[in-house]
């Protein structure tokens, strides 16, 4: 039977591949997002533009704290199944206005699970973030490492994850929440390294690396995290169950850069900057339990991941150069 499914941020980096996974896969998809303005409209339009013309996808403009407006969403799609990506991301501007983080990754989250509650959904996967564990020496466990969030950001992930552990003891509520490793691919973030370094390297601007270039991160490709995310979606799991989504291999930021300086066979110039408020010296993810429970395999190496990110965005320069 045809599913629908509800996505929360589905403009976004992760949500637009998710959504163009759906409804690929013949599920009705229904988009909800307010096009929030921590990075350019028209990198979101463009984003969902292709799934939407598939005819199987709707697409909502609306903001999660608006808790009427979601709601009649939800009286109208009538989903099967949720996955509440919607959030302020990114952990150094958590810092200047935390305010905001607090509203749309805790309140937001609440107005979610309400909604969920009341129109008795299936599952809700929720969107957490490594960041929740702080900085982990070994590979983070999601039942055994304590979580010690650096920044507002993290804190208002393990907050939504308190809420949708409550929700789902308290009503029964299915609830899979997944905590991404630093996703990257086609239409990542502009504020995320492998973006923000690509730009930087094109145009010939010097790029800052924070601390010494040693810090580690666990990187995960964007086809990997749609899988688990498709994987969490599909698994018969009731109550409230946590899994970590990344590859368990992280890379040090320097070597990050060589990889992205051969993908666009061009040289950085670099500088080195003292380290950023609630950057992590190392993430990594123990995905032990991800693979036993969900049969997630992350099947693209770092390396191979930087390069197919490379490639994309050389094609999109020649598409934009070929359409002028
Ligand atoms: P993104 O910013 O590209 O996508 C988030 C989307 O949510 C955007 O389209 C935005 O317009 C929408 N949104 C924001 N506030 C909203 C609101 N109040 N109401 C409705 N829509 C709203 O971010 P992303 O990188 O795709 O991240 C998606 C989710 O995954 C987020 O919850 C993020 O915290 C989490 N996450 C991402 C990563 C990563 O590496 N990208 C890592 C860990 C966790």
Redesign the pocket.
């Known amino acids: 039977m045809t599913n629908t499914v509800l996505v929360?941020?589905g403009?976004?980096?992760?949500?637009s591949h998710l959504v163009e996974r759906l409804a690929q896969q013949g599920d009705r998809v229904a988009v909800?997002?307010?096009?929030?303005p921590?990075y350019d409209r028209e990198i979101?339009q463009a984003n969902i533009g292709p799934s939407l013309a598939m005819g199987n996808v709707r697409l909502a403009e609306g903001?999660?704290?608006d808790r009427d407006k979601l709601f009649a969403v939800f009286e109208a799609a009538r989903p099967a199944k949720v996955v509440h990506?919607?959030?302020?991301?990114g952990v150094r501007p958590s810092f200047e206005n935390p305010q905001s983080y607090v509203d749309?990754n805790v309140t937001?989250t609440l107005n979610v699970l309400l909604a969920c509650r009341k129109y008795a959904i299936e599952r809700l996967v929720f969107?957490s973030?490594?960041s929740v564990y702080g900085s982990a020496s070994a590979a983070a466990q999601e039942n055994v490492t304590p979580l010690r969030p650096l920044s507002p950001y993290g804190a208002s992930k393990v907050a939504g994850e308190a809420l949708c552990s409550a929700f789902s003891r308290r009503s029964g509520l299915a609830v899979t929440a997944l905590r991404?490793f630093?996703?990257f691919g086609p239409r990542q973030?502009p504020d995320?390294a492998v973006n923000r370094f690509t730009r930087m390297i094109m145009s010939g601007e010097t790029v800052p690396v924070y601390g010494d270039g040693t810090s580690r991160r666990d990187y995960t490709y964007i086809s990997d995290t749609i899988a688990g995310i498709v994987a969490a979606l599909d698994a018969d799991l009731p109550g409230f169950n946590v899994f970590n989504l990344g590859r368990g291999q992280p890379i040090m930021l320097r070597d990050l850069l060589k990889l992205i300086e051969f993908g666009l066979d061009r040289h950085a110039r670099l500088r080195f900057v003292e380290d950023q408020q609630g950057d992590p010296q190392q993430t990594c993810a123990d995905i032990t339990r991800a693979h036993a429970v969900l049969g997630y395999e992350p099947r693209v190496s770092t390396q191979n991941g930087v390069i197919r990110y490379t490639e994309w965005y050389l094609e999109q320069g020649r598409e934009r150069v070929g359409s002028r």
């Open positions: 929360t941020g403009s976004g980096f992760i949500g909800y997002d307010n096009f929030d921590y979101k903001d999660i704290l990506l919607a959030a302020r991301a749309t937001g969107a973030s490594s991404f630093t996703v973030r995320m």
